[in-house]
């Protein structure tokens, strides 16, 4: 929060990022036995505060990384996702854009597209193959960001497939719903 202030300060309108709070815990060692999803009911009310302290500093949107919707996940890490974004979105006026990355979304795009966020992030780099099952599936009136520059690449994007890629979403959602982006953090470049 105090970055978001720094940033908005200095004229800057940032969009701060958070990992999301069900890969957090599936992610996250667990000290003992136990069910990491168990304790989402606790780390909820600390996320809602963290968003509440950004709506109130005036950040419009909010991302949330939740890379574990690319991998294989039991009914109970999928009815987590509900719950959780059920929760963080209560009484909020945050836009959130839900960030997936390093795969396909595959048997979760379900999960996703039931979420009650503002907008979902795809990695079209790794996953090309996803995009029409996500343009099926994926609300309209929501924003899709298109993950069609390599984010863990140096060398220069092949913008030329990028560009079909975006063209063809284009006429399908038209400009107002799509939004050009890195397939993922630009944390792995120089």
């Keep these: ?54 709506e109130e500093a005036g950040a419009e949107w909010v991302q949330i990384d939740e890379p574990c919707l690319v991998l294989d996940l039991t009914a109970e890490a999928k009815k ?26 595959r048997d979760n795009l379900t999960v996703a597209a039931k979420l009650p966020v503002a907008g979902l992030h795809i990695d079209l780099v790794r996953a090309p193959g996803q995009l029409d099952d996500v343009l099926k599936a994926w609300p309209k009136g929501k924003l899709l960001s298109l993950g069609v520059i390599d984010g863990r690449n140096i060398w220069k994007s092949d913008l030329t ?9 284009r006429a399908v959602r038209g400009a107002d719903e799509i939004v050009v982006a890195p397939s993922c953090s630009l944390l792995h470049t120089p």
């Excluded at 815990?25 to 909820?44: F, H, I, R, T, V």
């Excluded at 497939?161 to 979403?169: H, N, V």
């Design 1 to 54: 929060v105090d970055e978001f202030k720094a940033a908005k300060e200095l004229g800057i309108t940032t969009r701060p990022v958070l990992v999301g709070p069900v890969s957090f815990l599936l992610l996250g060692k667990m000290q003992g036995e136990g069910d990491a999803l168990s304790l989402l009911p606790k780390l909820l009310p600390v996320y809602s505060q963290v968003l509440k302290a950004l």
């Design 161 to 169: 497939k990028a560009l079909a890629i975006l063209e063809a979403t």
């Design 80 to 105: 987590a996702y509900g719950e959780a974004y059920d929760a963080l979105t209560k009484d909020s006026k945050l836009k959130i854009m839900l960030t997936t990355y390093f795969g396909d979304l």
